[in-house]
């Protein structure tokens, strides 16, 4: 198995702005096996949570192992927090761009790389799905063509900065305390017939970030004419993440929810639609 960490503003040859700030990528990849033919896998971007204050451990490496167990290969991106509007847009970016660039190492099909992300990093999903086309993408050159993910996954995901069914402190780093335009960091504006598609689901107990936000974007999604699925789970709370004993925070409430976590199994099913299946490797 592969599993190392890429140094993404290294491999690109971008300055970082500081030395503790984000941009880092860490890889889990079967290494082909003796004797039988070698597969072609769809690739997974987990992009955790943490109000853009912090990365959610518990929305990373058990992620990213769970997909790597359904046949993909699967990358977990540490972005830099703390940090507004584009920053952390470039770190996902450079992400996804590497991994298309790279997919070879990886046997990977550069054609399907799917991007998940939790509640922040929904949102930061989200600006991937929405803003592959923004001026701070202009650092990668070439590259810029592959920043856009094939398909994204949106888990309990901040949508809007609207007042009353947004993040507050989501919206304060991102936005840099209210100097980037709300407007332009509201996923649900930003939706066009070239976003890539989606799967979106939300828990309807949430009160950190109201099932509005999966409703805003899935009306988006709709009027747009792109290809997507919601699923609104009645019972749950935030942060969820695969709702398993080994991300349980321990609570009795918490490890009551396993049903939820029949999320993953419904998100693959769809995956599974859109052609991220793998595949033996080509001759």
């Known amino acids: 198995m592969i599993c190392e960490k890429i140094d993404l503003y290294a491999y690109f040859n971008i300055k970082r702005k500081s ?13 082909p096996i003796n004797g039988i033919t070698a597969k072609l896998r769809p690739a997974m971007l987990v992009i955790p949570g943490g109000g853009y204050g912090h990365v959610s451990a518990r929305e990373g490496e ?3 192992l769970r997909f790597l167990t359904e046949g993909f290969s ?33 046997n990977v099909d550069n054609r399907l790389v799917a991007a998940v992300g939790f509640s922040a990093g929904g949102h930061l999903a989200g600006m991937l799905a929405t ?19 094939d398909a994204v996954i949106f888990s309990y995901p901040v949508i809007t900065m609207l007042d009353g069914l947004t993040h507050e402190s989501t919206r304060n780093v991102i936005s840099g305390g209210g100097k980037i335009d709300y407007c332009k960091l ?19 107990e949430d009160n950190s970030v109201p099932a509005e936000n999966s409703f805003l974007l899935a009306s988006a999604y709709k009027k747009a004419g792109v290809p997507f699925a919601l699923h609104i789970f009645e019972k749950g709370g935030h942060g969820l993440s695969l709702s398993t ?13 396993a049903h939820v976590g029949k999320w993953v199994g419904l998100a ?14 080509p001759d």
């Open 62 to 64: 058990p992620v990213a």
């Open 131 to 149: 803003l592959f086309n923004d001026n701070v993408f202009s650092a990668l050159g070439k590259s810029v063509a592959h920043v856009r993910p």
């Open 268 to 281: 693959l099913d769809w995956l599974s639609v859109h052609g991220f299946k793998m595949k033996n490797m």
């Open 74 to 106: 699967a990358f977990v991106l540490e972005y830099s927090i703390n940090t507004a509007y584009p920053v952390p847009l470039l770190e996902a970016g450079m992400a996804v761009a590497y991994i298309k660039e790279n997919a070879a190492k990886y």
């Open 245 to 257: 004993a080994e991300t349980s925070d321990g609570t009795q409430h918490d490890l009551s929810l």
């Open 19 to 31: 030395a503790d700030c984000g941009g880092y990528l860490t890889v889990y990849s079967r290494t």
């Open 186 to 204: 509201s996923i649900e504006n930003n939706i066009t017939k070239n976003s890539p598609p989606a799967f979106i689901w939300h828990t309807a």
